[in-house]
């Protein structure tokens, strides 16, 4: 019974270990500090059983810690957690032992061992390499203090191990210049290659094998057996028809991947239910575009597909020392480290249940910065993904390099068994009551919010002073204060406009649809058409400035135009929400 019960105590903190890991790996430092709080103990056992030291051992743990939380977001597997952190610690212990523990004893190279020395080629790094770590494993069976002989034996293993990420001629042209000293002309002429090329090759070779180091210091790896499988699938994407995208491309990939699960939705429905129909924010400093982008990804996304019916997992991150785009919406995501195995096994996972990863791209064609996109293949030979891309109905590829290296991270995935995917919507036509209860509650839910965010603004903001922006109806103050003071970015101004041109389209369309009845129909459908006018004058915007590379000035004979156009879309969604707070009223009236 005692047994019973302890495995079943096991299990549930099995069981909450992996909701802290979970959360940890989104951000949420209370998590990790709860989880930490649990094995601290055993990981400051496993440095004190390394090093003989209790005080060294603290230390080591406190770096060990540190390193996880920095790194707690490149964990695939949350089920992994503690072998992965005992790692570190492991490592921790191992790298202070080097530098100089209780143990710390040198010998010259010519003390050891040298019953291996015939057998060894001086001209080859492998023979070297195999030959110190031969000589140190022997020395550790002879000699009276091995940890320090142990120590080399890893380091020259951990060197062999990482020098094996090199193809042939990076690790030819790499073993020439570092350990045989030979000049980049000597080995331009040795390998019938211009100089230039020769420092192409040590350029890659070095930031491989720094990577290749940072992936075994923290476990991750591959198996020997997973190193040599090249796989590749590519899924099939079914059309993706014009009436049905939208600007935000955001929902516009959201309905892409929902398709491509056998549950089309209609776009406006999307956009209202997702509140994107109603939103607008623009930047205090000027008119960039970066404001449509900047709300709480995790939390928007991860409650937009509950709201769809859907569960997901999301893989996020920022890359450290490296320029962040559009820092306000990524500032709370974890500090990751630009290794590939960190994402190929979240993308491969659901690559492999036939489910395409939506993706937030910066490497978008012109004249976009970044969208998002959904990645529906990868290809282990090529070394590449394959991705949509909304210039380039064909789709694109980009390297598993240059995904790694994207210093905002941010990946997607549907979860749920197959049978999950049926159409989340139900039917007033052939539906029950209740269905149909729940669509109009909804759809109330969409109306109370668009209100409020008009009213009130974003609730999100940003944790770096220096970025602020307006939102809801204040936004266009905001917009047509940069007109008027000059300030008005052209290029921003063109993707501003094209973008709520379309959203303000798909709000109209959207209340026009709408589950109510009576009074409260007619009201949504006098806040359609307002919205429909409101997106007539956006779109004429958007035909004064389109949304191209461009550095041409605003004239002021153009700006005053904007600014009335600005003015005009002002005063008809301002009508528009002011129907949908009547809509609301009624709606209450009738509960």
């Known amino acids: ?197 020769i420092y192409t090759y040590l350029h890659r070779s070095r930031r491989k094998l720094r990577e290749e180091h940072v992936r075994i210091s923290l476990g991750l790896l591959p198996e020997k057996e997973g190193m040599a499988m090249k796989r590749r699938r590519i899924l099939d994407l079914p059309p993706w028809p014009a009436h049905a995208t939208t600007a935000v491309s955001l929902i516009d990939r959201i309905g892409h991947l929902l398709a491509a699960l056998g549950d089309p939705w209609d776009t406006a429905e999307l956009m209202g239910l997702s509140g994107f129909a109603f939103r607008m924010k623009i930047s205090n400093k000027t008119t960039f ?28 991150g920022q ?40 993706y937030f791209d910066t490497f978008a064609t012109k004249p976009y910065v970044h969208e998002w996109a959904l990645i529906y293949g990868y290809d282990d030979e090529a070394r590449e993904v394959i991705l949509t891309d909304l210039m380039k109905p064909e789709g694109k590829r980009i390297s598993y390099d240059d995904l790694a290296e994207n210093p905002l991270r941010f990946l997607v995935g549907i979860d749920g068994e197959a049978k999950a995917f049926v159409p989340a919507r139900p039917s007033t036509a052939n539906g029950t009551e209740a269905a149909a209860a729940e669509r109009v509650e909804r759809t109330e839910r969409a109306i109370r919010e668009a209100v409020r965010y008009s009213r009130e603004g974003c609730e999100y903001r940003p944790m770096t002073g220096y970025l602020t922006y307006t939102s809801g109806l204040a936004a266009y103050d905001r917009w047509i204060g940069h007109l008027q003071s000059g300030h008005a970015n052209r290029y921003g101004m063109g993707q501003l406009a094209f973008v709520y041109a379309d959203t303000r389209r798909y709000a109209a369309d959207y209340l026009r649809r709408v589950p109510l009845e009576g009074e409260a129909m007619r009201l949504a459908l006098l806040a359609s058409e307002a919205y429909e006018q409101a997106a007539a004058s956006l779109a004429a915007l958007s035909k004064d400035v389109p949304f191209i590379r461009s550095t041409e000035l605003l004239t002021d004979e153009l700006r005053a135009v904007c600014i009335s156009r600005l003015t005009q879309a002002k005063e008809f969604e301002t009508a528009a929400v002011g129907y949908l707070e009547k809509a609301i009223c009624e709606l209450e009236k009738e509960k």
């Not at 090093?51 to 406190?62: C, E, L, R, S, Y």
């Not at 970066?290 to 995790?298: A, K, L, Q, S, T």
């Not at 974890?334 to 195995?341: A, D, F, G, K, S």
């Not at 996972?349 to 036939?354: A, M, N, P, T, V």
Request: net charge negative.
């Open 289 to 316: 575009a970066d404001g449509i982008y900047v709300y709480d990804w995790r939390m928007t996304i991860h409650s937009v597909l509950q709201t769809l019916g859907y569960q997901s997992s999301i893989l996020c």
């Open 1 to 197: 019974m005692e047994a019973k019960e302890a495995k079943e105590t096991r299990e549930q903190i099995m069981e909450e270990d992996l909701g802290l890991v979970e959360r940890a790996r989104q951000g949420d430092t209370e998590a990790f500090g709860v989880l930490i709080e649990r094995h601290r103990d055993k990981a400051r056992g496993i440095a004190e059983r390394m090093t003989g030291d209790p005080h060294m051992a603290d230390d080591i743990v406190q770096d060990a810690l540190i390193r996880a939380f920095m790194h707690v977001g490149s964990l695939v597997d949350a089920s992994r957690f503690l072998p992965w952190f005992h790692r570190i610690v492991r490592n921790q212990a191992n790298m202070r032992l080097r530098r100089g523990g209780p143990y710390r004893k040198e010998k010259p190279l010519s003390a050891w061992d040298k019953t291996h020395a015939e057998r060894v080629d001086w001209e080859n790094l492998d023979s070297i390499l195999g030959h110190l770590t031969r000589s140190a494993s022997e020395a550790a069976r002879t000699e009276h203090d091995p940890a320090e002989h142990l120590l080399r034996k890893e380091l020259y293993e951990t060197i062999r191990a990482v020098l094996h990420c090199l193809t042939r001629k990076e690790r030819s042209i790499f073993v020439a210049y570092f350990f045989r000293q030979l000049s980049p002309d000597e080995i331009a002429a040795m390998h019938r290659m211009p100089v230039g090329s």
């Open 319 to 358: 890359l450290a020392e490296s320029p962040v785009p559009l820092l306000a919406a990524a500032e709370r995501f974890p500090v990751v480290l630009p290794i590939e195995e960190a994402l190929l096994p979240f993308i491969r996972k659901y690559i492999e249940l036939g489910r395409p990863v939506l």
